[in-house]
């Protein structure tokens, strides 16, 4: 692109946009927000004025038509990701949408393939990959003192979630509560082990009983690589708690915890005696209010990675097939838990 921008439209102006995505977009030099869309108009208004956005409209179909558009943030309730997402791919825009991808692996999967064939670039906002500390702790599992990768341990625990309005599910029902909260927040883990081990091969899975409004669940999973690792998680916790380890044969182990920091492990590290008395580690705290100017790290790292792409013609990642990827393993964890029973991953390619 002959200007190095990237003119972008937006569809859904809410809480996460106005908090998150929107000053990532501002902050971004590549990124020319021309557009914006939202059920309700005096939302779509007020964000494409304060945002210098010359269009607003309540209507996405509307807004994909718009002249000189190049890609499209899809950021609306998720049961219209897959039908706004197809239709933007369709029209020859870039696109940007958050997860999940669609609310099936099924419409994931159609998401994707009107993908393929397609010079164009995608992006999932399974933003936790994007971290400063998740990057840092894949690139020390790509060395060549880390070795093999051998044992994935994760773990996530929130004092949340309430299911929100928008998403068309019962929140009467423990079942669906459970299937949001893998939508909504194990996802972004899904996305991750895969960012970190490869494709998963089987899950086998047990959800805890018995304590009504309070859901927790373990995974053990089997990777192709022939590593094996678990996932421990749960729901209406006293406070928040993401962490997640990987184990390589050098030995080396890197830990990650709640976005900011990271824990680095080795028998050869100018510190600590190690064996079973203490432990050879540095450490390293990036902070996590404000990182990049905005709330939360990782969120404008994705969206810089999605305009490199753009303008580069690279691949960006966590692209649709990702996407559709980790909802596979999604609904295969979904499975084994309803079941209680070992289930492999099956993605049908």
């Not at 809480?15 to 977009?25: F, H």
């Not at 992006?123 to 936790?128: A, K, N, P, R, S």
């Amino acid at each position: 692109m002959e200007d190095r921008r990237v003119n972008v439209g937006i569809v859904g102006c809410g809480g996460l946009p106005q908090g998150v995505l929107l000053p990532c977009i501002a902050a971004i030099p590549e990124l020319n927000l021309i557009a914006t869309c939202d059920l309700d108009p005096g939302r779509a208004e007020m964000v494409a004025n304060r945002y210098g956005a010359g269009t607003w409209t309540t209507d996405w179909r509307e807004l994909l038509d718009i002249n000189g558009l190049d890609g499209v943030m899809v950021v609306a309730p998720p049961a219209v990701h897959e039908e706004v997402g197809i239709a933007a791919l369709e029209r020859g825009l870039h696109l940007f949408i958050e997860k999940p991808p669609s609310m099936t692996a099924e419409g994931a999967m159609r998401l994707f393939r009107a993908s393929r064939g397609r010079d164009l670039k995608t992006l999932v906002g399974t933003v936790q990959r994007h971290t400063p500390v998740c990057r840092m702790a894949k690139d020390i599992t790509m060395r060549d003192d880390f070795g093999k990768p051998l044992l994935y341990q994760a773990r996530y625990c929130t004092p949340g979630p309430g299911m929100r309005m928008d998403w068309g599910m019962n929140r009467e029902s423990e079942d669906e509560m459970l299937h949001f909260f893998l939508l909504d927040h194990i996802i972004h883990h899904i996305d991750l082990t895969r960012f970190f081990m490869g494709e998963v091969e089987a899950v086998s899975a047990f959800r805890t009983r018995g304590v009504p409004d309070r859901y927790a669940f373990a995974a053990n999973l089997k990777f192709k690589s022939g590593a094996s690792g678990s996932l421990s998680c749960g729901f209406r916790a006293p406070s928040f708690d993401n962490n997640v380890v990987i184990y390589g044969d050098g030995p080396v182990a890197v830990e990650v915890t709640n976005w900011s920091r990271l824990e680095y492990r080795a028998e050869n590290l100018p510190v600590g005696k190690g064996g079973y008395e203490d432990s050879t580690k540095v450490s390293w705290d990036g902070g996590i209010s404000y990182q990049d100017g905005v709330m939360r790290p990782g969120y404008r790292t994705e969206l810089s990675l999605w305009a490199d792409g753009i303008l580069s013609g690279t691949r960006c990642h966590a692209d649709v097939e990702d996407a559709w990827r980790d909802m596979v393993v999604l609904e295969t964890l979904l499975e084994s838990l309803r079941v209680e029973e070992p289930r492999e991953v099956e993605y049908g390619e």
